[in-house]
């Protein structure tokens, strides 16, 4: 190469250096501006998997034993579109079994419950929300929800928790009006206390309500919601809902699934949204493409007590939720990691 063209080689070398500098410059900025400032944004030290309290106003207060267990995932922005998972439990179970991993006693002697591995789903999901799963009834055959059945029950164990418990962990107090999307799940026998706070529980950012093989009864306070929410389920509009109920073969709840499956397609249809629908009772898995609607009824082919630890990820993951990226950021755009 003739020397005459060596400036012009090393000006486009400098050129180039230059503008990969400042595009790596840029890309360090903007991840400083990301990263969370303050212990409310996520710059937090790690917390325990499972935060168990007792509340004046949980469902059975003055047990002697925690009123609720929260799980606060790593990078949880309380300032940016948080949300809130909510888990009952259903028959023989406790909220320790619920954010476990292993399976935990849930009485003194008590046998062994399954651990639904909770806390480590939401991590996984990386989704902005916190998981606070409600004790009902330990280790006890019922699933009657007590103190959520009352009016505004579930909001006053919801502000108690969040000013009284959950402020100094998080560096802030969350206002139950502020939360961005709030998921009620139930399994099981936890289906009465979802029902009393979709019902009564008086917490208006309830935006999905998923029953894991739980549809025992309580129809009409489903089917209610679903009517009362029907030009909700368009995911055009600004606040979308959802409602998912996945059951089991032989459970107890299929025929009830059936049923209220037929409701909702005709309460869709009459607001113009049947497509948003979308009913299997085959004996196919369920798959992402199913929870991309608005409305799901899926009979799937795992064992009854096997669906929390089985699908609450990719709830968590479908349910519209801020997500948290790689570097414990709440991110817009974040699909799946």
Sequence with gaps: MSSRFAPLTILATLLALG????????RAERAQSLAPRSACEGARALLPEALLWPL????FSGSGGADVAVHVPPGFDATRRPGLMLYFHGWDGCVAAALSADDVACSDGGPPRPGADLARQIDAARVNALLVAVELRVDAPTGEPGELAAPGGLRALLRELFADRLADA?????????????????????Y?????????GEVPGITEVDLLDALYGADDHFARWIRGHAERFDPRVVSPVRFVDLYTCCGGTADRSRTMARLARDMLASSGLARTLHDDDGEGELDGTALKHPVVFKRVRLAHAELPRAYVRALAEAAGFARIDHAGVPCEGCEHF
């Design 19 to 26: 503008a990969a500098e400042m595009g790596f410059s840029r």
């Design 192 to 200: 009465q206390a979802a029902a009393g706070a979709i019902d009564r």
């Design 170 to 190: 998080l560096g802030c107090t969350l206002e139950v009006d502020a939360l961005d999307r709030v998921v009620v799940v139930a399994h099981s026998g936890g």
């Design 56 to 59: 004046r106003s949980g469902a």
